[in-house]
């Protein structure tokens, strides 16, 4: 009887053993885990060290092509980045049912640039779709920088080169601007507005900066009949089109509706940044929004950008929607003799 209770404790230890190794990991997954991690950690580091050894080899050797390289590899990972924030803000609209208007500054402005950055990229895409068209493309973008690629694969320096001759084109429409509403002046039957905006478009053909109170005076003639959007002739809707960037080459109808669409998103953009405040932008945000406004901001300091800024919302904010064909005209009288101030 002795031996036989022995017998039975040692079987339930055996069964106790058993039962534990069997809730217990067994050491070799744990070993093989661990392996994996070092295997992977070793293979990318031995691929980070490759490629910094490749990136050192250009370079050294090939300067002008790594540039070009590093700034691509640049680009990708800012525009990558930058889908992933408008997947998001996409998101926070659908979740709290707002709509474009009603987004905070900086996200507005996002989305505004992202959507202008796609147009821009959509015809590339198609045409890299043919089989081997993506050399010619590539040829192409290497080529023509500046109308192919989106600001995101400029360099520092082109990107100042690239802004500097996007204003010189734009600018080209600025005296046909004065010289449409001058024109047009003319013909006021209201006495006291036809002199206030023929001493407007005067003073600024002679190389003077306008207030912007004298503005904001003949808002009034800005909301229909003869300054209004609808009320321009198709000539001066193509010029103001090319003063905000956008293609002339629509008919007529297409032209209008770009025209009063864009300048509505200015104005809401306008609005959002009152409500943010200027002082809460970077100077890069500043020289960025000056730009968009039609100054040239490039070679301007962040305290005149600012300055100007503030001139631009007082305008901008004053009016109402009905009123916005002036912020396309304000662009180019608030802004043909800003002067000039090297940065600082």
Not at 160 to 185: C, I, W
Request: proline share 4%; with cysteine; aromatic share 10%.
């Amino acid at each position: 009887m002795h031996s036989y209770g022995i017998r039975l404790t040692n079987f339930s230890d055996l069964r106790m053993s058993v039962r534990n190794a069997l809730n217990s990991p067994p050491v070799y997954q744990f070993s093989a885990k661990a392996n994996s991690k070092k295997t992977d950690s070793a293979l990318v580091s031995k691929v980070k060290y490759l490629n910094e050894k490749y990136e050192r080899f250009l370079e050294r050797t090939f300067p002008r092509f790594y540039q070009l390289y590093s700034t691509f590899l640049k680009g990708f990972r800012i525009f990558f980045t930058e889908m992933k924030e408008i997947r998001r803000i996409k998101a926070n609209m659908a979740y709290r049912k707002i709509q474009f208007h009603q987004l905070p500054y900086r996200e507005m402005e996002r989305l505004r640039q992202f959507r202008r950055d796609l147009i821009k990229a959509i015809p590339v895409g198609i045409l890299s779709l043919p089989p081997f068209a993506n050399y010619l493309v590539l040829l192409l973008m290497y080529l023509f920088p500046r109308q192919l690629l989106i600001r995101h694969f400029w360099t520092s320096k082109q990107q100042a080169e690239f802004l500097d001759t996007n204003h010189n084109m734009r600018k080209e429409a600025y005296p046909e601007v004065v010289d449409g509403l001058m024109n047009l002046s003319r013909s006021l039957v209201d006495s006291q507005l036809r002199k206030q905006m023929l001493d407007l478009c005067k003073k600024v053909h002679e190389g003077c900066h306008p207030d912007v109170r004298e503005l904001t005076a003949v808002r009034t003639l800005f909301v229909g009949h003869p300054f209004g959007i609808q009320q321009l002739s198709v000539q001066q809707v193509k010029v103001l089109s090319r003063v905000l960037f956008l293609t002339p080459r629509l008919p007529s109808l297409f032209l209008r509706y770009r025209l009063q669409s864009h300048l509505a998103e200015l104005h809401h953009l306008d609005q959002a940044m009152l409500k943010l405040g200027v002082g809460q932008l970077t100077d890069e945000e500043v020289q960025a929004a000056c730009y968009t406004r039609g100054l040239n901001s490039v070679h301007l300091s962040p305290l005149a950008c600012r300055l100007w800024l503030a001139h631009w919302l007082t305008l901008s904010c004053s009016l109402k929607d009905a009123e916005t064909s002036l912020l396309a005209h304000g662009m180019v009288l608030l802004s043909i003799n800003f002067p000039s101030s090297s940065k600082g």
